[in-house]
């Protein structure tokens, strides 16, 4: 970047240290300021600090910790948590009080971020219900509907790397905010721009301290919605079954639903079951990484375990290592796991008669097509929707009391059952990847011969994710022309196969590309998405990441599986298939 470009950054850079070492905070934070300032060689880390303002954005808040403008604090926390608290007040103006809740995961800064939020709240006449400890965010989502609360918090950074902090807002309905609630709570914080405007103490409100109470009834929900093969459970409840929490806020309700669901085999990784924000023992808290399950594995290929669970910090999302044919753990990606779990519902309920004709599912636009074929399959309705399972979620409360939702699931590890919790959940999951285990077991199974299985039924769908990072100002242009250029100049064919169907959610517009005709993509709201299909099913997704300095690339293609003896070869074209459309695409 030329001198001339960087004079306006660093000039805001300038005023926002001033108006930190003169304005409204504390003495504390004001040296920690003057310290990173006087450090050697310290220019970039300090314009990072300071050269813009952390974004609220439709998900909340997510940062690096620290000082300045540009970072997670106390200061930032506090004027997101305002912004949101006032556009609370106006919008449940008719109550008496508004309630909200609050947990937090295992980061470093979580509870005492947390405690920030509680008080704020309070001071603004709130009540407050905050945990006792650390929980994890699906059990926030179920709060809020347990005790009538309009808003909650939950402080986390999900998998984030250790210096990250955040937190999610949700609304009344247990779901992170969408629209028009999401804007509406941006544009209220951006109106909070001095720590005067917060109030950090004072006020009529109360916080409330909550904790086993909720457990109990947040797993006693969980219970109902599982237990659907009790026989094979109690037949088989001495499977070993190694459960990590990866240092997070899974390490107790995890193992304890596995209990309640009558597993009595759950192994243990004691180094990972510390509460450690600073993750000592992965590389990354993501279970997408695999290294993130090496010592998991390792614990049960020394054990003779059959499955491996890890949930993530804030035990939202889950990951499954099962064991191949040749006894060897295979981590499943998020579209295999939604698709046995899909799958293991939708036949249990049919078999017992639970299937009525007003059920569905849902999956987001990029997670596989198997789903909607097991759907299909089973007369089971199932809808799509954008990535995030805040949009899942809306779909629930559009039906809610109309229509019954059985699961729902997106292949970024993410996957929930019934409309007790309106977030991803990893406890329920646990609890019901434990369950299919032990069913397919009771058939003489195991969970990779279900998944072939599964494949056999209906056509092995396998799919990959390629992103491009472009870092910076230019970065985000580049990925801007990126989508433009890929709209001027959609792709004829992709691995041989003619493109025949053009799905643009920026316009929520479907283009037949041989006759022209087009047709409206029922969605509530558009976003900046392309996806080609072509005559052979190929799918090819292309959206920019909203959280990352990325464009990501979504990959679905499919091939029948005959016979378990097929899967290394079916295998093997399936990703010649998917390397050949990246090299079309210059990727």
């Known amino acids: 970047m030329s001198e001339k470009n960087q004079e306006?950054?660093?000039?805001?850079?300038?005023a926002n240290i001033t108006s930190w070492l003169k304005g409204s905070y504390d003495e504390e934070t004001k040296q920690q300021l003057?310290?990173?300032?006087?450090?050697?060689?310290?220019?970039?880390?300090?314009?990072?600090?300071?050269?813009?303002?952390?974004e609220f954005g439709t998900g909340g808040l997510r940062g690096i910790m620290g000082v300045g403008t540009n970072r997670m604090n106390k200061y930032t926390v506090g004027m997101a948590t305002q912004g949101l608290a006032n556009y609370l007040k106006q919008n449940f103006a008719d109550l008496p009080q508004v309630k909200v809740a609050i947990a937090y995961d295992c980061r470093n800064n979580s509870s005492a971020f947390a405690k920030i939020v509680a008080d704020i709240f309070a001071a603004n006449d709130f009540h407050v219900y905050l945990f006792d400890a650390l929980r994890p965010t699906p059990e926030l989502s179920f709060a809020i509907r347990l005790l009538g609360c309009q808003s909650g918090v939950m402080v986390t950074a999900s998998h984030n790397p250790k210096e990250y902090n955040g937190y999610k807002a949700y609304w009344s309905d247990g779901a992170q905010v969408t629209a028009p609630h999401d804007r509406?709570?941006?544009?209220?914080?951006?109106?909070?721009?001095?720590p005067s405007q917060v109030k950090f103490t004072g006020g009529n409100g109360s916080i409330e301290i909550i904790g086993e109470e909720v457990d109990e009834a947040y797993l006693s929900g969980i219970e109902s919605l599982l237990k659907l093969s009790p026989a094979a459970i109690e037949r088989?409840?001495?499977?070993?079954?190694?459960?990590?929490?990866?240092h997070g806020c899974g390490v107790k309700l995890a193992p304890a639903m596995l209990a309640r669901m009558g597993f009595t085999n759950v192994i243990h990784v004691p180094e990972q079951d510390v509460n450690d924000g600073n993750f000592p023992?992965?590389?990354?808290?993501?279970p997408e990484e695999p290294t993130a399950l090496k010592m998991a594995i390792d614990k049960a290929l020394a054990t003779g375990a059959e499955l491996v669970l890890a949930t993530d910090p804030d035990a939202d999302r889950i990951a499954l290592a099962v064991r191949d044919k040749k006894g060897d753990f295979l981590i499943l990606n998020g579209n295999q796991t939604n698709a046995i779990f899909t799958y293991y519902l939708l036949?249990?309920?049919?078999?017992?008669?639970?299937?009525?004709?007003?059920?569905?599912?849902?999956?987001?636009?990029?997670t596989t097509n198997l789903i909607a074929a097991i759907a299909e399959a089973f007369d089971v309705e199932c809808y799509s929707c954008y990535t995030g399972f805040k949009y899942i979620a809306e779909i629930v409360r559009k039906y809610e009391g109309k229509k019954i939702h059985i699961c729902g699931g997106e292949e970024s590890f993410g996957f929930n059952v019934g409309e007790l919790v309106r977030d991803k959940d990893s406890i329920v999951s646990c609890g019901l990847a434990a369950e299919v285990t032990a069913w397919a077991k009771e058939q003489g199974l195991s969970m990779f011969d279900l998944l072939l299985d599964i494949y056999r039924q209906f056509g092995y769908y396998k799919e990959r994710q390629i992103s491009a990072t472009k870092q910076g100002k230019e970065g985000l242009e580049a990925i801007l022309q990126m989508m433009r250029d890929f709209r001027a100049n959609p792709p004829k064919s992709l691995a041989g196969s003619d493109v025949k169907e053009i799905y643009d959610y920026q316009i929520l517009e479907l283009k037949n590309v041989k006759s022209g005709e087009i047709k409206d993509i029922d969605q509530p709201s558009i976003s900046n998405v392309l996806q080609y299909v072509t005559e052979d099913g190929t799918i090819v997704s292309v959206r920019p990441s909203g959280t990352e300095p990325k464009i990501k690339f979504y990959f679905g293609v499919r091939q029948n599986l005959n016979s378990a003896d097929e899967f290394d070869s079916v295998t093997k074209a399936l990703d010649e298939k998917i390397d050949a459309i990246a090299a079309e695409l210059k990727l």
């Open 8 to 14: 306006p950054q660093n000039m805001q850079v300038v």
């Open 34 to 54: 003057r310290e990173l300032i006087a450090k050697k060689d310290n220019t970039r880390e300090v314009i990072d600090c300071f050269y813009r303002s952390l």
């Open 184 to 194: 509406s709570i941006i544009y209220e914080v951006s109106k909070i721009t001095d």
């Open 236 to 246: 088989h409840r001495d499977i070993k079954i190694v459960y990590t929490p990866l």
């Open 281 to 286: 023992t992965v590389y990354s808290p993501n």
């Open 347 to 366: 036949r249990r309920w049919k078999e017992l008669g639970k299937l009525h004709g007003k059920e569905y599912t849902v999956k987001t636009i990029v």
